[in-house]
């Protein structure tokens, strides 16, 4: 175990927890949140799909993380400059071999709801439930890991934005109306946000391991811009929803969080190192607070 570790060894199950991130975990929560209740006001909520759903989220994410923390160790991403909360396998808490394990049985998991979920909702979801496991593997895994080639943005805003919440409807519309793709897009810019927030704390380590993310590649100042950037798309998505899906003027109230997210951008516009991983935090809650904002806007205009 690495002696600036050193002191009390956490308990098998905290070590899982810690290398799960629970605190990151409302970007899988989110997205299904938002499409849970497109689906309840377009008429096709069903409780059992989006359970599973929610579950095959959650699971996929954490074995992403899982998968991460293992792969992070060994390309030396992970040293002892970190600034982020503690990674199991730098700690030698675990072995990348253990955590890697770990990550698979978590995708299984999922892939056996998503079985399931395939019944119900046909080949479509086939496709979308492989195409997110492949993903999350690709994310720091294989020849071209997705995170160290400047597609992790990309990746995030796809799979937690589009596919989660258009997934979402779809297991009860068997359609993807409008109002979805909308609400996948907010969702993609917000999560995209707190991975950018990930990049920007980290981007001197990230570039010393050739981890290629816009902050390493062309600075820090970079990353702020797109922070601001995907904050704006998130808050002008639901005006869009407004002018052009024929939603109520209830869904603006999403707005009502801006506040909260200005002061997270000036956060992450001056504060360095260590005092980032609350701004992390922090627009997770964002997330998670927006998709319960949208949510509650859809249900009062339905």
């Known amino acids: 175990m690495n002696t600036e570790n050193a002191g009390a060894v956490p308990s098998r199950m905290q070590i899982w927890l810690m290398a799960s991130r629970p605190k990151t975990l409302y970007a899988a929560l989110a997205p299904v949140l938002a499409g849970a209740v497109i689906g309840f006001v377009e008429g096709g909520f069903w ?9 095959c989220a959650v699971a996929i994410q954490i ?20 600034m982020g909360p503690p990674r199991v396998t730098h700690a030698g808490y675990l072995t990348p071999r253990q955590v890697k394990l770990g990550s698979l049985l978590v995708f299984a998991s999922a892939g056996v709801i998503g079985l399931w979920l395939v019944v119900l909702g046909g080949p479509v979801v086939l496709v979308i439930g492989l195409a997110s496991i492949v993903a999350g593997l690709a994310y720091t895994a294989g ?68 981890r290629r993310t816009l ?6 100042r970079a990353g702020v811009v797109e922070y601001g950037l995907m904050l704006a798309l998130a808050y002008l998505l639901p005006v869009l929803m407004v002018m052009l899906a024929d939603a109520s003027l209830w869904v603006l109230l999403t707005l009502l969080s801006a506040p909260y997210a200005l002061r997270q951008l000036q956060a992450l516009e001056h504060q360095r190192g260590r005092a980032l991983n609350r701004t992390l935090e922090a627009t997770a809650r964002l997330a998670l607070l927006q998709a319960i904002l949208l949510s509650l806007g859809l249900l009062i205009a339905g």
């Open 143 to 210: 020849p071209f890991p997705l995170a160290y080639n400047g597609l992790g943005d990309l990746f995030v805003f796809l799979f937690f934005g589009f596919v989660a919440v258009c997934g979402t409807v779809y297991l009860q519309l068997r359609q993807v109306t409008p109002l979805a793709w909308f609400s996948g897009a907010m969702m993609g810019a917000l999560i995209t946000a707190l991975l950018v927030v990930n990049n920007v704390r980290d981007f001197e380590t990230d570039h010393a391991a050739g």
């Open 63 to 82: 074995g992403t993380n899982l998968y991460n923390d293992a792969a992070d160790f060994e390309r030396g991403a992970d040293t002892h400059e970190r």
């Open 47 to 55: 409780i059992l799909p989006v359970l599973g759903a929610l579950y």
């Open 215 to 220: 902050p390493a590649v062309l600075g820090r």
